[in-house]
């Protein structure tokens, strides 16, 4: 679990780097929380944090082909890429072996699952303070 989230965590400083200037993902969600918050009700739900992950997705999908993949990468980093992807391959919930947007936005993130202490689906600034502390 924590190489998953050490992946994801990777991926998302590749591809939010406007989020903040930060490398810490709990950092990031932490020092951008309100505006996560679109709602403003004090929590981060998991439709919020979907839709965290579907701008992150147009900056990952480099090739704009609807998936993940080694070519979504730069090519010196081809052998990291498939490691990388071999690591998140959960996400490919209907099994065709790709990863696409839609099970990229609504799969589960192990930053978010990580941070919900007490475990209802929406993240408290204490929960993501805590987290980020750990």
Do not use: C, H, K
């Not at 780097?17 to 998991?46: E, H, K, Y």
């Amino acid at each position: 679990m924590f190489r998953t989230t050490l992946l994801v965590s990777a991926l998302w400083i590749i591809a939010v780097p406007a989020l903040g200037q930060s490398q810490d993902p709990l950092g990031q969600l932490l020092a951008n929380f309100d505006r996560i918050d679109v709602n403003g009700d004090g929590v981060i739900s998991n439709a919020e944090y979907g839709n965290v992950q579907a701008a992150r997705w147009s900056q990952i999908d480099r090739n704009g082909d609807g998936y993940l993949g080694e070519d979504d990468f730069p090519r010196a980093a081809a052998s990291r890429a498939r490691a990388q992807l071999a690591e998140i391959a959960y996400l490919d919930t209907d099994g065709d072996g790709r990863i696409s947007q839609s099970e990229f936005v609504n799969g589960p993130a192990p930053v978010f699952v990580n941070a919900d202490q007490d475990g209802d689906g929406a993240l408290s600034q204490p929960e993501v303070a805590a987290a980020a502390s750990r």
